[in-house]
C-alpha cells in the first residue's frame, strides 16, 4: 500500500531534477500516513542527475555579478540549494517514524514549496540562456543529511535550524546583489523564497521543540551539545534578526548568536 511516507521515495530517487520537481508537485497529501512504519532505505538516496559536477565549495569560483555567465552561476547556486532542500525535506518524511501525523504533512509541504523555489530559478535561469547543470556545485547540504540520519532531532536541528536559517540570513543580501544589476525578477523570486522560508525554520523550530519537550532536554543547552558533535558549517553574520525572530528563535538564541 503506497502510504504518504513511501509516496516521497520515487522523487527522492527521480535523477532528473525538473522530473523531481515535478513528481514533487503531484504529490498528494491525503494518503495514510503510517507513522509507525520502519521503513528500510533503498539505494540511490539522492538521485541526482550527472550535472553538475560536485566539487569541494572552496573551488567554486565566484564570478562578476555584472556579466551574463556571473548571474547564471549565481542563480544556479541558488537553484542547487533548492534541490537539496527538496531532498532534504523529503528524507524526513520517509526516514524518522513515529512522530505526530502533522510532522509528516508539514515536510510534504516544504518539498513542495522547494520544487516551487526550484522550477522558479530554473525557469529564469534558462531565460537567460543556461541550464541547471551548467555550472560546478558543492554537497554540504546533504553531507549534512548523512551526518544527521540517525537522529530526527539532529536532523532538524542543524538542517532547518541551522542551514536553512542561514539562508534567512543570507538571501536579503543576494535579492540587493541581483537588483543592483537589474535582475528585478531574480529579486522577486528570492521575494517568494524569503517569505516561505521563514515557514520552514518556523516548522523547524516547532518540531525541534516538540521533540527537545518528549525527551525532556534543555532546547539551548542541547542545540549547543549538537553543534559540538556534528560540527557543522559555522554560522557568519550578519544576522536577519527579524526573521529569525519570525521564524521562532527565542530571544535567548540570538543573544547567543552574538
Ligand atoms: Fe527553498
Ligand atoms: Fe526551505
Redesign the pocket.
Given at each position: 500500500m503506497t502510504t504518504l511516507r513511501t509516496s516521497v521515495l520515487p522523487p527522492l530517487l527521480t535523477q532528473n531534477a525538473v522530473a523531481k520537481a515535478q513528481a514533487v508537485l503531484a504529490l498528494s497529501l491525503d494518503l495514510p500516513i503510517d507513522a509507525s512504519a520502519q521503513l528500510a532505505e533503498p539505494p540511490g538516496i539522492p538521485g541526482r542527475p550527472n550535472k553538475p559536477l560536485l566539487v569541494h565549495a572552496k573551488e567554486i569560483k565566484q564570478l562578476p555579478l555584472v556579466t551574463t555567465e556571473g548571474r547564471a552561476a549565481l542563480l544556479h547556486a541558488l537553484a542547487h540549494?533548492?534541490l537539496n532542500?527538496i531532498d532534504l525535506a523529503l528524507d524526513v518524511v520517509w526516514r524518522f517514524a513515529d512522530m505526530p501525523e502533522p510532522f509528516y504533512l508539514d515536510w510534504v509541504r516544504i518539498a513542495q514549496?522547494?520544487a516551487l523555489?526550484f522550477m522558479l530559478l530554473r525557469v529564469h535561469l534558462v531565460s537567460i540562456g543556461h541550464d541547471y547543470g551548467d555550472f560546478p556545485a558543492h554537497n554540504t547540504l546533504w553531507d549534512i543529511a548523512e551526518k544527521t540520519k540517525g537522529d530526527v532531532l539532529a536532523r532538524i536541528a542543524l538542517v532547518p535550524r541551522l542551514m536553512?536559517a542561514r539562508?534567512l540570513d543570507a538571501t536579503p543580501g543576494v535579492k540587493n546583489k541581483l537588483v543592483s544589476v537589474r535582475d528585478l525578477k531574480g529579486g522577486k523570486i528570492l521575494d517568494i523564497?524569503m517569505k516561505?522560508?521563514i515557514g520552514?525554520v518556523a516548522t523547524g523550530n516547532h518540531w525541534y521543540h516538540w521533540i527537545c519537550a518528549q525527551r525532556q532536554l534543555d532546547p539551548i543547552t542541547t542545540f549547543a551539545d549538537l553543534l559540538a558533535q556534528y560540527s557543522p558549517p559555522k554560522l557568519r553574520p550578519p544576522f536577519n534578526l527579524e526573521a529569525r525572530r519570525l521564524a521562532g528563535f527565542l530571544e535567548e538564541e540570538l543573544q547567543l548568536l552574538g
Open positions: 540549494i533548492e532542500a514549496e522547494e523555489h536553512e539562508g523564497i516561505d522560508e520552514h
